[in-house]
């Protein structure tokens, strides 16, 4: 059940990216990769941002955890506005809302096991814990990993280090969770598999941001969706609705496709 406190809220979110010039960078032109965007991310709630290669969801996401700012517009993460945050504050809230990255093995350091990774996520989110082997092992267990605890990243494969991530992720206990594509490159099968795994703890205090192209995954995961073309919001519904309502034409395209 959705309570109504929004996690994440973005309100009038613009950004454009400026290109070089001839004589440096230009205070005119630019890529505008976010148009008057807003999104919000209430608890117990599973939103899916969804749009082509190119249409800003990454960099809305950048954005959403203060890794970029907004050129306008606001951005609120639980409950307070970003724009006043200092960078302790930031460390601290960026502990509650965790990010899967689109590319399984940028978030992976190649000269650590599985293990050594889990325990690292263990010291960062709970350092109080005294029983660490049994919390790492917890991890690995809860994702499939108890037999690959002591593996490289080279050893691993796409869905594994995947899985990897979804376990770092748990140990975290995150508010909210955001996932940039993470079923790139994996069958149907396996993208089932893995969204539930991301869902396996959904409560009615953590809300999801899930980031695709894929509008089948979304529609088979998520409570609402968000249809962003070309930096802008174009349209919003329940999953439900999917089909039954009248669509805009760039949804009934991903729809056809």
Known sequence: MVDGQALL?????TKAFRRPSLFGVSRVTGDTALTDVNLEVRRGEVVGLIGESGSGKTTLVRIALGLIAPDAGEVHLFGRPTADLNKTEWMK?????QLI???PSGSLNPGLTVR??????MALHQPSTEDVDGGVQSAADSVGLAHRLDAMPAQLSGGEKRRV???????ARPDILIADEPTTGLDA???ADLIDLLLSERGSE????LISHDLALVRYA?????VLRAGAVVEEMAVEDIGRIEHHPYTLNLLEA
């Open 101 to 103: 990255i689109q590319n």
């Open 9 to 13: 809220s973005l309100r009038g979110v």
């Open 189 to 191: 099968a396996l993208k």
């Open 222 to 226: 998520c409570d609402r969706i968000v």
């Open 93 to 97: 809230l960026r502990r509650r809302a």
């Open 206 to 209: 953590r809300g999801y941001l």
């Open 116 to 121: 050594a990774h889990l325990e690292e996520s």
């Open 165 to 171: 991530g979804i376990a770092r992720v748990m140990i």
